[in-house]
């Protein structure tokens, strides 16, 4: 099973801040690694998909990089409206296993 | 546009099993990979699983394998996530979703398991 290590578990920062949170899976997974972010009482809303590039309508803040097992979600100036929890799942093979999650909370 | 529509909150009593559907509409069912991921209250996201309805093929997370069945009935693109032996660690939203890295969600089911 591909296991999939999330950090920071929670974050705080300042709107405008550039923030960056990190996906390592445990095995490579090529470039197949999605973004999510998840506000209370909602399903998951796609962010990012095949390691970086931008779902349709997502705003060009959001940017994610990286191959094999290490995976970024970068956010270049924080706004308040992304206040919530991002996920990272891999879906490389059978599997589509999440990171544990970032709680980001805007000062 | 793709449209998931899950049935509603379910209430179960330890031991007992569920079902929950998962209706699709606005893309050709067959066509895609349908999973299933639950989130217990103020936990993250699980993946349990998909079924390809094409084929009625499954795979299932090695931590629900004997406890999970999903199904599909093609006449009315729905597909089904079946859970047995519940036990109040199976309180969680339910949902399906068209494939992986995907922009297409249900809306979530709730399931509540207490005696």
């Known amino acids: 099973d591909i296991q999939m290590t999330q950090s920071p578990s929670t974050l705080s920062a300042s709107v405008g801040d550039r923030v960056t949170i990190t996906c390592r899976a445990s095995?490579?997974?090529?470039?197949?690694l999605a973004w999510y972010q998840q506000k209370p009482g909602k399903a998951p809303k796609l962010l990012i998909y095949?390691?970086?590039s931008l779902e349709i309508g997502v705003p060009s803040r959001f940017s994610g990089s990286g191959s094999g097992t290490e995976f970024t979600l970068t956010i270049s100036s924080l706004q308040p409206d992304d206040s919530a929890t991002y996920y990272c799942?891999?879906?490389?093979?059978?599997?589509?296993?999440f990171g544990q999650g970032t709680k980001l909370e805007i000062k | 546009q793709v449209h998931l529509v899950q049935s509603g909150a379910e209430v179960k009593k330890p031991g007992a099993s569920v079902k929950v559907s998962c209706k699709a509409s606005?893309?050709?069912?067959?066509?895609?990979?349908m999973h299933w991921v639950r989130q217990a209250p103020g936990q993250g996201l699980e993946w349990m699983g998909w079924?390809?309805?094409?084929?009625?093929?499954?795979y299932y997370a090695q931590k629900f394998q004997d406890r999970v069945t999903m199904t599909r009935d093609t006449s009315i693109s729905t597909a089904y996530m079946e859970l047995s032996r519940l036990t109040s660690d199976d309180t969680a939203v339910y949902y399906c979703?068209?494939?992986?890295?995907?922009?297409?969600w249900g809306q979530g089911t709730l399931l509540t398991v207490s005696s």
């Open positions: 095995q490579s997974i090529d470039s197949w």
């Open positions: 606005g893309y050709t069912f067959i066509g895609y990979f």
């Open positions: 979703a068209r494939g992986a890295g995907t922009t297409d």
């Open positions: 799942q891999q879906y490389n093979g059978d599997e589509g296993t």
């Open positions: 095949k390691a970086s």
């Open positions: 079924i390809n309805p094409n084929s009625g093929g499954t």
